[in-house]
């Protein structure tokens, strides 16, 4: 059963306060750059738009122009709304990093460690790479 692991629109309803949503934004961005530079999204055959990093780069090449040439407001993502990484978009290995760590890292960040801390991530990727040799 394919079912989505991390749903942006969902995370951004979740509040109205600005704050929030902000940080919503920056630990999306941080969790694809994690996922993506850990080989952990499974690549799409070419029809399909590629993983779900390719098709955030491929977002921002298309609107370049427009988050160059005029200043977004800081509440206004540029992760597109509809970004939705499902069961299907992980690796094994990327499963079972969001089934463990994956919450304990929002916990943190909830509690003020910064988003770009992926310490806990990058432990437990570690102890799930260990576990298949």
């Not at 069961?87 to 910064?114: I, M, N, Y």
């Amino acid at each position: 059963m394919n079912r989505p692991v991390w749903d942006f629109r969902i995370m951004l309803t979740r509040s109205k306060n600005t704050s929030y949503r902000e940080a919503m934004v920056q630990v999306t961005e941080v969790l694809i750059q994690f996922l993506a530079s850990q080989r952990l999204l499974v690549p799409r055959p070419s029809g399909e738009g590629g993983t779900v990093a390719d098709r955030f780069a491929q977002f921002l090449e298309e609107h370049r122009e427009e988050l160059v040439v005029r200043k977004l407001p800081r509440t206004e993502p540029i992760i597109p709304e509809e970004l939705v990484i499902w069961q299907s978009d992980l690796t094994l290995e990327g499963k079972l990093l969001f089934e463990g760590a994956c919450s304990r890292w929002l916990r943190a960040h909830d509690r003020g460690v910064p988003a770009a801390d992926v310490s806990i991530l990058e432990r437990e990727l570690k102890k799930i790479r260990q576990l298949e040799k």
